[in-house]
């Protein structure tokens, strides 16, 4: 299995442009999560989906984040407009109910 | 609110000690608690999970405990090399069953000198 994909792997934008991040979860595995990880405040959930359904999205910052699974293989994460304070890298991970969670590499977000 | 803490935030040591990483939750109430290892600029890599019933578990070199009326885990590292020098976060499983997010400790920083 090649684990979680994710991409892009390093993504530099100006502030106000959308940003999409991307991502494949291990297959058969039903929950998908978003983490963000600064610094100052270290990894952050932002959203979980389970069977491709939002279950808790109130770790999102702002309406300006959007996230969607249209189906089981395939999640975006998407920042309209972006900001320089959503610099960060943003992972992605899945797991079976109740197992381990594995993570993607990540994407760095650079927001100039 | 369950929150996680790691001490220390960083900790130096000379190959072949063993060492133990801590890391205490204040919501006794979770489903299971996970150990990762990250790598500078990588993802995380899981290392050991444990579910609630379970006191500890075991890979290799690796032993992670969990006393879960405390709101203690620890991970133990014997022999340690430099190749383990990574920062290790804990993170708890809120007891909502199999759903429920993960949250996460700031992490302990890890360096082990040859």
Redesign the interface.
Known sequence: DAGVIQSPRHEVTEMGQEVTLRCKPISGHDYL?WYRQTMMR????LI?F?NNVP??DS?MPEDRFSAKMPNASFSTLKIQPSEPRDSAVY?C?SSR??????????T?LTVL | KQEVTQIPAALSVPEGENLVLNCSFTDSAI??L?W?RQDP??????LL?IQSSQREQTSGRLNASLDKSSGRSTLYIAASQPGDSATY?C?VRGDG???G???????TKLSVKP
Request: charged residues 15%; neutral net charge.
């Open positions: 999560f270290g990894l952050e959930l979980y389970n279950i808790d770790g992972f991970a109910a109740g197992g381990e969670q594995f993570f993607g590499p990540g760095r | 489903y299971n996970q990762f600029g990588k993802g995380l890599t899981s999970l976060l993170a069953g199999s759903q997010n993960l949250i996460f400790g700031k992490g």
